[in-house]
């Protein structure tokens, strides 16, 4: 094989993804090759499943299934969406406890958009696209049990004034009993340490930075140079 087609196979093998925080990610496969479910965040070798897969589901719902259809999945925890959110975004925090930008379509329609590539989008209507998940905000507890809140993250693009807002609260949604509520606008935040998916068994170094990623993931002969072809060839900004 001439170098060329070297190349050519090295970027293919996953999409490389620089975001404007100066975050870079790794767009790939969960299940079955071509799914593209999962982002790893190479800042913190986590790995995210897309909101879709877990949109229109009760909290009770998805901690049933992390020993089932999620095995190897894990609720994150609040700092872990926080950390993310930033990575992504760059948002700081205001005074009023939100996150976030609102200005013209030209300004921030890119980090819009990256927000719902890297999370998945749970709600779309005329005028706007919404990605928002949900998780237990292990900081705080009412009553003995953890809050569940909103993670907020929201790429909203508000096609009659051409003004786009991205927003990322931390309030709470519900908390205790109403745990088997379904909201059809969000999913519930799903992360693997590594292990879990085609995307790390193929290229384990996507967990590089995660000090929870199992020591036991085998490496194939191709893994310990994909991530260098994808450094030299693969790197591309997430599509518009």
């Excluded at 051409?162 to 379904?182: K, S």
Aim: charged share 20%; proline share 2%.
């Amino acid at each position: 094989m001439n170098s060329g087609m070297k190349k050519i196979l090295l970027a293919c093998v996953f999409t490389f993804v620089s975001l404007g925080a100066n975050a870079e990610f790794v767009a790939g496969d969960w299940k079955v090759e071509g799914d593209g479910l999962v982002t790893a965040d190479l800042d913190t070798g986590i790995e995210w499943l897309s909101l879709t897969q877990t949109r229109v589901m009760s909290f009770n719902q998805v901690s049933t299934l992390l020993s089932a259809e999620y095995a190897g999945w894990r609720l994150p925890t609040r700092a872990e969406v926080n950390g993310l959110m930033a990575n992504i975004t760059g948002l700081v925090t205001q005074e009023n406890g939100q996150k976030g930008y609102s200005g013209s379509r030209s300004t921030y329609q890119r980090q819009a958009f990256d927000v719902i590539d890297v999370i998945g989008e749970t709600e779309r209507q005329s005028h706007h696209s919404i990605a928002r998940g949900m998780y237990l905000n292990d900081d705080v507890q009412v009553e003995g049990e953890a809050q569940l809140l909103y993670s907020g993250a929201a790429a909203r693009i508000t096609n009659s004034s051409g003004t786009i807002n991205i927003i990322y609260d931390d309030y709470p949604a519900r908390v205790n009993d109403d745990f088997d509520t379904v909201d059809t606008g969000a999913g519930f935040f799903l992360v693997s340490d590594g292990g879990t998916t085609l995307l790390s068994l193929n290229n384990p170094t996507v967990n590089a930075q995660n000090a929870n990623a199992p020591a036991d993931v085998p490496a194939p002969v191709l893994g310990s140079f994909a991530m260098f072809g994808l450094l030299l060839f693969g790197r591309r900004k997430l599509k518009a």
